[in-house]
């Protein structure tokens, strides 16, 4: 975790740079890396590494490597976040002159949502503000709305989010739960166990029924998709989902009683499933 007052320093750092480098909601990272006079180059590296930010002490200058086989292609959803990631490092003072003087060891760069180390959080949410800036990512939930004539919240707020700042449907999800204008609660699982979770804070604070590291409840929507032949349902699901499907909700607590919803993400590509949870 870091602490709000860092985020926020962070938060201010990428305003600035959004303000001189963007299209509508696309945040042109090529160009900040060019007027910051940092080349990327697109190669295959194996599995060493999503991308690495290196200083190269002989020219004294950056460079950032991008893995193009773990799926970081150029402008793809991944391979922007990947990108704005290394730019992180570059931007955030403790991180590039750590680099430059030795201090920090260059270091491999994942996308992986567990165990990181501090200045992986630390570039993860700068990326995650350069890509989704505030403003314009509150603006656009009510815009999207107005848009597609849907007044209720659903997944398609998220997707449709996550295709006006081409941003991965988990990234935007991550941001959503941050700074997002409903109240949501997630569960990302692969093979039928419970990976991690995202909730935003005005969402109840109720204890969960399920286990990161865990199988995910049976009568969940995502939970019938592991368990059950031919049940890979994306419509939302309202009628025979209920709270104590996930939660231990308390009897006094009458924010229980409204209707839940519930919809899934499968992601093709990378084999996990995004369970959205929401009221009215
Ligand atoms: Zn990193």
Redesign the pocket.
Same mark, same amino acid.
């Given at each position: 975790m870091i602490r709000t007052s860092r985020k926020t320093q962070i938060s201010k750092l990428t305003e600035y740079v959004v303000n001189e480098f963007s299209d509508k909601n696309l945040t042109l990272l090529d160009e900040i890396a060019k007027f910051e006079n940092v080349p990327i180059y697109y190669d295959n590296y194996e599995d060493a590494f999503d991308?690495i930010l290196l200083y190269d002490t002989d020219n004294k200058d950056f460079h950032i490597h991008i893995n193009i086989d773990n799926g970081n292609k150029h402008n793809s959803k991944r391979g922007r976040f990947t990108l704005a990631? %290394?730019l992180g &490092?570059f931007f955030l003072d403790e991180h590039r002159l750590g680099l430059k003087y030795g201090l920090l060891e260059p &270091?491999a760069?994942f996308h992986n949502i567990n165990h990181k180390s501090v200045? %992986?959080i630390e570039?993860d949410y700068f990326a995650s503000c350069l890509l989704m800036p505030k403003d314009k990512f509150k603006n656009f939930s009510a815009e999207h709305r107005k848009l597609t004539g849907n007044k209720e919240f659903s997944l398609d707020t998220i997707l449709g989010l996550s295709n006006s700042f081409q941003t991965s449907v988990l990234s935007t999800l991550i941001r959503f739960g941050e700074i997002g204008t409903h109240e949501i609660f997630a569960v990302i699982s692969k093979n039928n166990v419970a990976k991690w979770f995202v909730k935003s804070n005005d969402f109840p604070n109720w204890p969960f029924k399920f286990k990161v590291g865990n199988t995910i409840p049976q009568t969940t929507v995502a939970g019938e998709y592991f368990t059950k032949e031919n049940s890979k349902y994306t419509g939302i699901e309202s009628v025979s989902v209920s709270v104590d499907d996930w939660f231990y909700t308390p009897s006094n607590d009458n924010r229980a009683d409204r209707q839940m919803y519930e919809q899934c993400y499968y992601s093709d590509s990378y084999g996990y499933v995004i369970s959205l949870i929401w009221f009215d």
């Amino acid at each position: 975790m870091i602490r709000t007052s860092r985020k926020t320093q962070i938060s201010k750092l990428t305003e600035y740079v959004v303000n001189e480098f963007s299209d509508k909601n696309l945040t042109l990272l090529d160009e900040i890396a060019k007027f910051e006079n940092v080349p990327i180059y697109y190669d295959n590296y194996e599995d060493a590494f999503d991308g690495i930010l290196l200083y190269d002490t002989d020219n004294k200058d950056f460079h950032i490597h991008i893995n193009i086989d773990n799926g970081n292609k150029h402008n793809s959803k991944r391979g922007r976040f990947t990108l704005a990631h %290394e730019l992180g &490092h570059f931007f955030l003072d403790e991180h590039r002159l750590g680099l430059k003087y030795g201090l920090l060891e260059p &270091h491999a760069s994942f996308h992986n949502i567990n165990h990181k180390s501090v200045i %992986e959080i630390e570039a993860d949410y700068f990326a995650s503000c350069l890509l989704m800036p505030k403003d314009k990512f509150k603006n656009f939930s009510a815009e999207h709305r107005k848009l597609t004539g849907n007044k209720e919240f659903s997944l398609d707020t998220i997707l449709g989010l996550s295709n006006s700042f081409q941003t991965s449907v988990l990234s935007t999800l991550i941001r959503f739960g941050e700074i997002g204008t409903h109240e949501i609660f997630a569960v990302i699982s692969k093979n039928n166990v419970a990976k991690w979770f995202v909730k935003s804070n005005d969402f109840p604070n109720w204890p969960f029924k399920f286990k990161v590291g865990n199988t995910i409840p049976q009568t969940t929507v995502a939970g019938e998709y592991f368990t059950k032949e031919n049940s890979k349902y994306t419509g939302i699901e309202s009628v025979s989902v209920s709270v104590d499907d996930w939660f231990y909700t308390p009897s006094n607590d009458n924010r229980a009683d409204r209707q839940m919803y519930e919809q899934c993400y499968y992601s093709d590509s990378y084999g996990y499933v995004i369970s959205l949870i929401w009221f009215d």
